[in-house]
């Protein structure tokens, strides 16, 4: 194989199939990024076996073919290289040689034959979503699941993503929190309905992945028991998780007559300086109604306490104390966009219900957040 190719072109290659390499493993073709030239193009791929991601980038095939350079040293090299225009790179008797300006490099590579395919499906879209509201659904929801070191149970590391009646549904959770986002999804036919549950920090990397892309919209293929979402020069598959996923619409609240309005930057900000003074154990924030003004405190034997005021824009009808983690309200609160948030509750056990509120920004659109309470003393 003998190829030439704008820096950036391959630099921008590289780095998007990085984010698939495989670590540690038995296996030392996973560490490797597969090339292969043919016509006017070079595909780049890289898999861990869970994730593969490829990527299409423009170059002169001098001679076609295919060779699997050591991932990380290309990853490390390909950003370090002197500027200039082009870079070369040709295979010849098991090496390798990358030419760039004055820089050239002789590097070892991996067996090309043993580097894992992968799927491509064969059949059309199941729809396509907007990319910057795939991007918004992740962010959303992804932060609400466990990572694999918390838990046994592998449903909570992963996001729910439904499709059925023009949208997907993407869900989290690990138990006390859920956070759903609605995305709508044009050409999704009526009458197709499908879960796939998708681990959170394959989808962190998806969402780095495609930040990159300057594309509208993203195409959604289904294939058995995997995922996959091509956008521009990428295309990206990963595995689905082969566990039941919480009935989450359950747990959705749906009587909550108790609505607090308020600034969502004033609210977040409190929240953030009552954190520094929560008990370590509970990282909880007591917050209790009184009058137009939800009063909020915490306390800690080790750190003191802290009380401020969070003036309500409307005047709720009842009175109710509650108290929630912290760190909960402040992870949603956080990743939402709009002025005005909405917390409805019903009674001090009982979860409650984050929402945007007032002149909703775009990107909130389809977005709520359920959180179980802490236990007052």
């Given amino acids: 194989m003998e190829i030439v190719c704008r820096r950036e072109d391959l630099v921008f290659g590289v780095r998007t199939v990085s984010h698939a390499l495989g670590g540690r493993t038995a296996m030392p073709i996973l560490g490797g990024i597969r090339c292969h030239g043919e016509n006017d193009e070079v595909e780049l ?126 869900a989290a959770t690990n138990g006390y929190r859920l956070a759903i986002k609605k995305v709508p999804v044009e050409g999704l036919s009526d009458d197709y309905e499908g879960s796939f549950l998708v681990d959170a920090a394959v989808l962190g990397d998806l969402s780095r992945v495609l930040a990159g892309v300057n594309e509208p919209e993203v195409a959604v293929f289904t294939d058995g028991g995997q995922l996959h979402f091509a956008a521009g020069p990428v295309f990206f598959s990963c595995r689905t998780i082969q566990e039941q996923f919480p009935d989450f619409e359950r747990v959705v609240p749906k009587d909550s007559e108790i609505g607090l309005f308020s600034s969502r930057s004033e609210l977040l900000d409190t929240l953030r300086r009552l954190e520094i003074t929560a008990a370590e154990e509970s990282g909880a924030v007591n917050l209790k109604v009184a009058g137009s003004e939800l009063e909020m405190t915490s306390a800690s034997k080790d750190k003191g306490q802290g009380r401020e005021s969070v003036k309500l824009l409307k005047t709720p009808t009842k009175g109710v104390e509650i108290a929630f983690r912290a760190e909960y309200l402040i992870d949603a609160l956080r990743r939402m966009e709009s002025d005005q948030v909405a917390l409805w509750l019903s009674a001090p056990e009982r979860a409650g219900l984050i929402e945007p509120a007032g002149e909703i920004a775009p990107g909130d659109e389809g977005f709520i957040y359920v959180c179980m309470p802490v236990r007052l003393l």
């Fill in 45 to 170: 791929s890289a898999t861990d076996l869970e994730r593969s991601i490829r990527c299409r980038i423009r170059a002169e095939v001098k001679a076609a073919g295919t060779v699997v350079l050591p991932g990380q040293v290309v990853s490390q090299l390909v950003s370090r290289l002197p500027e200039a225009e082009t870079i070369e790179l040709r295979e010849q008797d098991g090496r390798a040689q990358l030419v760039c300006g004055p820089a050239g490099f002789e590097l070892l590579t991996l067996p090309a034959d043993e580097f894992p395919e992968g799927t491509r499906p064969a059949e059309k879209p199941v729809g396509r979503m907007p990319l910057s509201a795939l991007l918004q659904g992740i962010s959303q929801t992804a932060f609400a699941a466990l990572r694999a070191s918390e838990t046994t149970r592998l449903a909570l590391t992963g996001v729910d993503i439904v499709l059925r009646e023009g949208a997907a549904k993407f």
